[in-house]
């Protein structure tokens, strides 16, 4: 979809893994195959394995082709939840949301440097606290890392039964809700489907490269960055596994937006 083609609202007030055998993807385990916690935030990390996967779709929009095959050479975690706003407001200092009243509701209204900003501040205290693995750091996920933990091993449009995993127009009641009240994926990640689409660090490409690619991540440049998973007031088709998103940047941002933080071997971009 490109630039929120139904609008994300700009202004905001108001480890293993058990998947079909038809649908199963190649993967090698993380070494250090753990979930990893910072225990004062609440915050929990899941391992994501090394592996290939089919990025895209052949029956989606137009950006999501050529079908494009990925290899993601390290393993990483990712976080089991969208970032709260508890979370955010115990780095940060502060809650942009737009729909408040419990800390355990994703945080939105966060634009992508923001993001940015909250992954720096916590790279920075639990590297600070001896805490990260050495070369690795807090930051979004690639558009490929985020496709490919969220299929978790399937090939379908979703990652099991959209009702079941996602807040979506259909039953959100047009507010987000407390992360992980949804079934995780096989992979136990939360809500990526739904609740709130999610920034992703790469720059957005108009279409995918196409053959083979080694950790894939987007254009060079560009107008606007990536944000995927769908969100509480959009249908079903955003919330598709590969389905696409432009949106503006520095400072776009809305009730619908928000993130997921990684944690991978550090790059600079």
């Given at each position: ?6 609008i ?7 480890a ?8 199963q ?14 225990s ?69 209204c ?47 449009q979703?990652a099991g ?5 996602a ?65 509480l007031s ?7 596994s ?25 790059v600079?971009?």
């Amino acid at each position: 979809m490109k630039l929120l083609r139904h609008i994300i609202t700009v202004v905001c007030i108001a480890a293993s893994f058990v998947a079909n055998a038809g649908e199963q993807l190649t993967a090698n385990p993380l070494r250090a195959a753990e979930p990893r916690t910072v225990s004062d935030l609440g915050l929990t990390l899941m391992p994501i394995p090394a592996g290939s996967f089919d990025m895209g779709s052949l029956d989606g929009d137009g950006d999501e082709r050529p079908v494009t095959r990925v290899t993601i050479s390290a393993g990483f975690w990712m976080g089991k939840t969208e970032v709260t706003q508890g979370q955010w407001r115990a780095i940060m200092g502060n809650n942009p949301s737009a729909f408040k009243g419990d800390d355990q509701r994703p945080v939105e209204c966060v634009s992508y440097d923001d993001a940015l900003a909250f992954c720096r501040k916590l790279t920075e205290r639990e590297r600070a606290a001896g805490r990260l693995p050495d070369g690795y750091a807090y930051a979004l996920p690639t558009e490929a890392q985020w496709e490919y933990a969220c299929r978790a091993g399937t090939t379908g449009q979703y990652a099991g039964d959209l009702d079941t995993m996602a807040w979506y127009r259909a039953n959100s009641g047009s507010q987000t809700h407390p992360v992980a009240q949804k079934q995780a994926n096989a992979w136990g990640l939360h809500d990526m489907h739904g609740n709130v689409w999610e920034w992703c660090a790469d720059w957005y490409a108009d279409t995918l490269p196409g053959g083979s690619v080694r950790d894939y991540t987007g254009a060079s440049s560009g107008s606007g960055r990536t944000s995927r998973g769908g969100g509480l007031s959009f249908g079903a088709d955003a919330c598709r596994s590969a389905n696409r998103n432009r949106s503006g940047v520095p400072n776009v941002y809305g009730g619908s937006l928000g993130f997921r933080l990684a944690l991978a071997p550090e790059v600079s971009r």
